[in-house]
């Protein structure tokens, strides 16, 4: 019976921060969307040449993962020969994961922004919002990672509604131009 309250109470604290998540997601995007004034068009290359600059912030997160991980292993008598012997010690147990984690959401992230890039002409702000939710969301995962699911879910959530919400506008968009 106890460990039934404890996954309960773990569920509601995971649905608060996913909830949170997406109502902080829902508010900034929107914010963007109502701010972003349409100027002169930048060509589809400026486009995703502005995606790719932005994007460095992405790959920065999943380089500091691999630089964790590493120097999590140089300081460690058990770790320093790399995964391929014996069993990792927690914490690059909990390294590998946020790394894991980290480039799975960059590769959806990435490859995002590139379909907003080529979905919407004044994109630039809205890849900027959401590389900025996904290094804020990362940050927030890594530093709540060891205090469970509840204490990551705001920042995972963080890292992929903006990305999911962004999938769906673009595929709206894209059906609405293709049959609209």
Do not use: C
């Not at 309250?5 to 914010?31: D, H, P």
């Not at 109502?34 to 997160?61: C, E, K, M, N, Y």
């Not at 927690?90 to 379909?115: C, D, K, P, W």
């Not at 004044?122 to 699911?149: E, N």
């Amino acid at each position: 019976m106890a460990d039934e309250r404890v996954f309960k109470a773990e569920q509601r604290g995971v649905a608060i921060g996913m909830a949170s998540a997406l109502l902080l997601t829902i508010v900034v995007l929107g914010l963007v969307a109502l701010t972003t004034h349409s100027g002169s068009a930048p060509t589809f290359p400026q486009r995703l040449q502005d995606a790719l600059r932005i994007d460095l912030l992405i790959i920065l997160w999943v380089a500091a993962g691999v630089a964790n991980v590493a120097r999590l292993r140089f300081f460690s008598e058990q770790d320093i020969g790399g995964s391929g012997g014996q069993q990792a010690t927690e914490q690059v147990r909990i390294g590998n994961a946020v790394l894991e984690n980290s480039f799975e959401q960059a590769v959806l992230a990435i490859v995002t922004h590139l379909i907003v890039a080529a979905t919407f002409v004044g994109s630039t702000p809205l890849i900027a919002a959401l590389a900025s939710l996904f290094a804020v969301g990362r940050l927030l995962f890594w530093r709540g990672y060891k205090r469970g699911a509840s204490g990551r879910a705001f920042g995972f959530a963080l890292t992929f509604y903006p990305s999911v919400l962004a999938l769906l506008a673009s595929a709206l968009a894209n059906v609405t131009a293709l049959f609209g």
